[in-house]
């Protein structure tokens, strides 16, 4: 979107590429690292980074798309596509980031950067909010801040651009060197510091230099002397610098702060006068994003009043797409809260990845984009929709009406959000996948009222990007090559079906597994076209199995020979998968099997074995280790034998989750993932890099005063000898909370204080102890998250966090998420 000028042949020259060009003029207008989301083929340059997966191994897929030119280290891939522009360097990403440097230099912009443990989206979202009003901005597009997303956004500055605001993150030294060259700081802002130092730093200081760097010519330099370390201000970088702090003294000293319903009324000293302001947030992290926006403005010159005038306005960032159910079988992925074209690519990806219903539709608001010209802004938009095979557009606003002829689908054109609602009865929604995305002031969340289904106040949060991140954690730990069996039985751990699966197999997950066939059946269902193993295939299924053609494990000579005599006779190379007992004697073939197995199959042709498993049953825990070597050993030879028998090779795997961390040596061809997969390992400390991908959360619905010596609940097993108060939750037996979380064994988060549980676990509800704490009907509780884990829940009554998840039950309302 650069509207300087590059040509391939420009970029061949500047990054000193062997090159390999067929046409030298072509002008490059993107740049684009993923082979899925192009919007403009033909001007665009990809990317083969060493990222989640080897970009080289996508180069096809780009080509497929349109792509015509390439930046590639593998010389391998040169003489992939003869038409093609092809740059071979050293390092592809460092090609990137030189790329953004150069364009970075053809700029004189004023340029704010944010870096920090925490918050750094929020702040820069916050001060883009609080200065559009006075620059054209450019922004990193959500939290792009990465040493690959950094020069993506960077690439995006142009001519009218009067104001750049980035963010960097870094993960390990060394990084931000890079990072600073290609942002150039004007004004530098550090959020905070986080207190644990992360893996990839020796220490809390090491960490704070590191992202101290990104400052270094900066002429201003915005921080508060808590996360500085007690580095002596000579130290700091900056030619000026501008303090914030509660505790001591500061260029912005806080000196009350006092919460006001669901607002934070702030008092400080600046300039040696009293100054207030009112941050319309109530949680303690905005109260710290707002000072350090505060802190900002003041030091960009803004009056006092001013300041308070736009801080009192900000909103929360919706960072996060959710998706719910809708009326009439529809799934709705509801963004209500933004709408631009970068934010719209990413919510389209994502509507594209959830396959379940075969049509799509968005629902989109007029988009203000300053400095772009109306025509331009829609004929993007238009081709990006064309390009995400959008079945149909329902267009809202002024502005997307007067472009109708833009698009190429179904469309239909509403005037205003209330015009819509007008006309709601008539338009029909069935069956489809239903993206809203709508700028603020369309106040969209009045259609998601009418198209999504209500939530009951007990909801399971499943952030799907935590998700991808865990599965890109385990990535990391697996040596070239080795394929990954994802596995989503009992509804992936009761976190969900299609949602999780088209997921994964969007991130290109190998294999997905079920323990039955009607598991498999509802994937293929919900779009899945992925190879699904089914590891208990009872015979009456069959049918199905063949009919929806999932795999299934074949666990002994039984069900083999059942098998084989229900495949028609012309059934030729059916693949199966064949369990083996190591040790679990669960279910699996023995060595005693072997000759008459390998008859079965050679004297057969119906079947292929496409791989063979065992299970291990003590991968986490180090005492189990001598079993677990004897385990693998065992699998090896009979693997071993199995395959001369047979005469052909297949995929042997052998590990779960915690067999990936801790025995790396038995990755074989396939590792299995589980229950890592949502967050949790039993052979890693706690502290250990996986996210948490699951929230239990639920709702007070009661206050309650009790005098003293009143009993509490069924049985009169609560009470409280000196009176108290407690809280009714919306939580009980029926919806998964075990009843043995009862009298005080369980606990539960209300507004970040952790209380008991008191007297016994109802059906549907249960009651807490909240004596002394301020609650008040309709505030949320959680019952689970990052914090309160569910390995502490497993704890409180003794059982495995597995059992915590897959126990909650189906009428608590799955809402996903993704950012
Ligand atoms: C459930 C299951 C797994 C996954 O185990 P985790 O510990 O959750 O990773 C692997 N293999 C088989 C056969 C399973 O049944």
Known sequence: MSNVIYTIDHFAKILDAKSFISNPELKITRLVIDSRSVIDPENSLFFALNAKRDGHEYLEDAYANGIRSFVISDSRCLEKFADANILLVADVLAALQSLAIIHREQYDLKVLAITGSNGKTVVKEWLYQLLAADFNIVRSPKSFNSQIGVPLSVWNISEEHTLGIFEAGISKENEMEALEKIIRPTIGILTNLGEAHAEGFASQKDKLLEKLKLFKDAEVFIYSPEYTLGLPVSELPGQTKFSWSLKQKADLQISFIEPIEDRNYVRAIFKGAEIECLIPFSDRASVENGIICWASLLSMGYSPEEADARLEKLTRVGMRLELKNGINQCSVIDDSYSADTSSLAIAMDFLNLQNQHPKKTLILSDLHETGRNEVELYTEIAALLKQKNLNRLIGIGPHISASAALFDMETTFFESTQDFIDHFPAVHFNNETILLKGARKFEFERISKLITQKVHDTVLEI????????????????????????????????????????????????????????????????????????????????????????????????????????????????????????????????EADLKELLETINSSRKVKVVSAFSHLVGSEDEHHDAFTKHQIERFRAFAQEISAGLGYKFIWHISNTSGVTRHPEAQMDMVRLGIGLYGYDGGLPKKNGLQTAVVLKTTVTQVIEVKPNETIGYGRNGILPNGGTTATVKIGYADGYNRRFGNGRGKMLINGKLVPTIGSICMDMCMLDVTGITVKTGDEVIVFNGELTIADLAEQIETIPYEILTNISQRVKRVYFYE
């Open 463 to 590: 952030d799907l990007n935590a998700l991808a991140g865990n599965l890109q954690f385990y990535r990391n730990k697996l040596q070239p090559g080795v394929k990954i069996m994802a596995m989503v039985k009992a509804f992936s751990y009761g976190s969900g079906s299609f949602e999780i699966a088209n997921v994964l197999q969007y991130h290109k997950v190998d294999y997905l597994a079920v323990a039955y066939t009607d598991e498999g059946v509802a994937l293929r269902k919900g779009g899945i076209t992925m190879p699904v193993m089914v590891m208990s295939p009872e015979p009456s299924a069959f049918d199905a199995i063949v009919k929806y053609k999932l795999e299934p494990e074949i666990y002994n000579l039984d069900i083999l020979n059942s098998f084989i005599g229900f495949l028609s006779a012309d059934a030729y190379d059916y693949p199966v998968h064949l369990k083996i007992d190591t040790g679990m004697h669960r279910l699996g073939f023995k």
